[in-house]
Nanobody, 126 residues
Framework: VQLQASGGGMVQPGGSLRLSCAVV?????????MGWFRQAPGNERELIAQ????????YYVPSLKGRFTISRDKAKNILYLQMKNLKPEDTALYYC???????????????????WGQGTQVTVSS
């Protein structure tokens, strides 16, 4: 599948942003779950949230649970990441990704996700 991310930008600390990731081509049947990753300069790309496309079950990295919410609109084939109370340390390039249905839910490294959107930059600064 082909993914297209949008919604990044610059925001002040304490602000909110919503990222979107549209499935622009390919079959939804090729998606088991989707996730949002982020990568700050000098750091590895890390999964921050994951959602099961059909069932809607979610996973969050514990440090972000409560501030970030992952959701999807199955009718529009769009994945979202609502981010609130943003902090300067949330500054990073954010990527959406899709995992094959045959890949286990518990597998959460970047290598476990087959399809990627382009990154969208989020900068939190006063």
């Amino acid at each position: 599948v082909q993914l297209q991310a949008s919604g990044g930008g610059m925001v002040q600390p304490g602000g909110s942003l919503r990222l979107s990731c549209a499935v622009v081509s390919g079959s939804i049947s090729n998606i088991g779950s989707m996730g949002w990753f982020r990568q700050a300069p000098g750091n590895e790309r890390e999964l921050i949230a994951q959602i099961h496309w059909i069932g809607g079950g979610t996973y969050y990295v514990p440090s972000l649970k409560g501030r970030f919410t992952i959701s999807r609109d199955k009718a529009k084939n769009i994945l979202y990441l609502q981010m609130k109370n943003l902090k300067p340390e949330d500054t990073a390039l954010y990527y959406c990704a899709a995992k094959d249905p045959r890949t286990d839910w518990e597998r959460r490294t970047a290598n476990d996700f087959r399809s990627w959107g382009q990154g969208t930059q989020v900068t939190v600064s006063s």
